[in-house]
């Protein structure tokens, strides 16, 4: 259903969760030029986000997919049992072709990178803001493709594989954290994690845990380096 405009004089409010502050300011000045948005609120972790949408009660939450508490897939869908009519706006530098479906399928209604030009960034606000779904040419083609066929497109990257929270542990490893860290940073227990790694390295047909390691730290580098 598309999202009714606000009258004249009333401003569409946005809250921001992104961990580097620097995005999260040029980010704000953008949406503060223009005369029907505001900056309701700019957060680096998930909880404290969740904690205030109740009170701010904002149009639309623009989310990264990496954040200090946890990813940015994992709070879409927070938001979408907490706040359903909340649409979310993920703004990654993170790969949409690998990234883009599963935000969506989390419950997302759009993706852009932040490397595209601020039109593009503000673009994609406007369209989520009025109720539609926006990606990059590439991907919705990718994506259109992949339900035309009627099949699951085979990817050739094994990361695929991985469930949401699965990936989340991947990318912790790959960061340097062990397992007691990575239990700490996503409120689990130390066997919940041990059993995340343990399926990991089923899926990705890895025997040892140094082999898990390096082609955790090969994901990081290339993620950050794409």
């Known amino acids: 259903m598309t999202r009714k405009t606000h009258e004249d004089g009333h401003r569409w409010n946005i809250i921001i969760v992104d961990d580097h502050p620097i995005i999260r300011k040029g980010l704000a000045d953008l949406i503060k030029q223009e005369h ?12 404290a986000a969740l904690a205030v949408m109740e009170s701010l009660k904002p149009d639309l939450a623009i ?6 508490d946890t990813s940015g897939i994992e709070l879409i869908k927070d938001i979408k049992i907490r706040f359903p009519k909340l649409p979310v ?5 993170h790969d949409e072709s690998f990234y883009a479906e599963r935000a969506l399928r989390a419950g997302a209604r759009g993706y852009v990178m932040k ?4 039109e593009k960034v503000m673009t994609a606000i406007r369209r989520v803001l009025a109720g539609e779904v926006y990606l990059s040419e590439s991907v919705a083609a990718r994506m259109l493709s992949k339900y035309v066929d009627g099949r699951p497109e085979q990817g050739s990257n094994p990361v695929e594989r991985l469930s949401d ?29 041990e059993a995340h790694r ?10 040892t845990s140094p082999e898990l390691l390096r082609m955790a730290l090969q994901w990081v ?3 950050e380096t794409a």
């Open 63 to 68: 989310v990264d997919i990496t954040l200090r």
């Open 221 to 223: 580098q290339t993620q």
């Open 115 to 118: 490397e595209e030009a601020s």
């Open 198 to 207: 343990a399926n990991i390295k089923r899926k990705l047909q890895l025997r």
């Open 89 to 93: 706006l993920v703004l990654s530098m």
């Open 165 to 193: 929270r699965e990936l989340e542990v991947f990318e912790l490893i790959g960061r340097g954290l062990g397992t007691s860290q990575i239990a700490e940073k996503l409120h689990r227990s130390i066997k919940t994690i």
């Open 36 to 47: 029907d948005l505001n900056v309701c609120g700019a957060y680096d972790e998930a909880n």
